[in-house]
């Protein structure tokens, strides 16, 4: 199983997401966490091993952008998919920089692109 780990302020796009990765043969939820400081908490632990993390640009209490930089020095295995309401036009300049595979808008989260991002056929 392809395991996604979703790091989302908000609890229908935690839910959509989870529910996308559930229909899509071959993958499931490899946890979620709600904030900057919880997602990091979480994903620090060297147990903790999703093979994607789909992480929110703007979360509530920091940037997905910061985290991912963070995450990526501290962790470089994790494969994080930058995901967000704006445009890829309307990005900060350090999310290219960030450590992130890609960026994705979040309505283009579909299971294609769960398989494009995870090499799953």
Known sequence: MV??????????????AGAVIEATDGFEVAG???SAAEGERILADPE????????????????????????????PELRI???STIDRADLPARAETCGAIDFLPKIEFTQA?????????
Do not use: K, N, Y
């Open 81 to 83: 998919l930058l995901v």
């Open 48 to 75: 903790i091993c999703p093979d994607l993390v789909l992480m929110d640009v703007d979360l509530g209490d920091g940037s997905g952008i910061d985290l991912t930089a963070t995450l990526t020095q501290l962790r």
């Open 32 to 34: 979620c966490a709600e």
């Open 113 to 121: 692109m769960l398989r494009r991002h995870t090499g799953v056929a």
């Open 3 to 16: 395991g996604v780990f979703v790091v989302d302020d908000t609890a229908w796009f935690r839910r959509a």
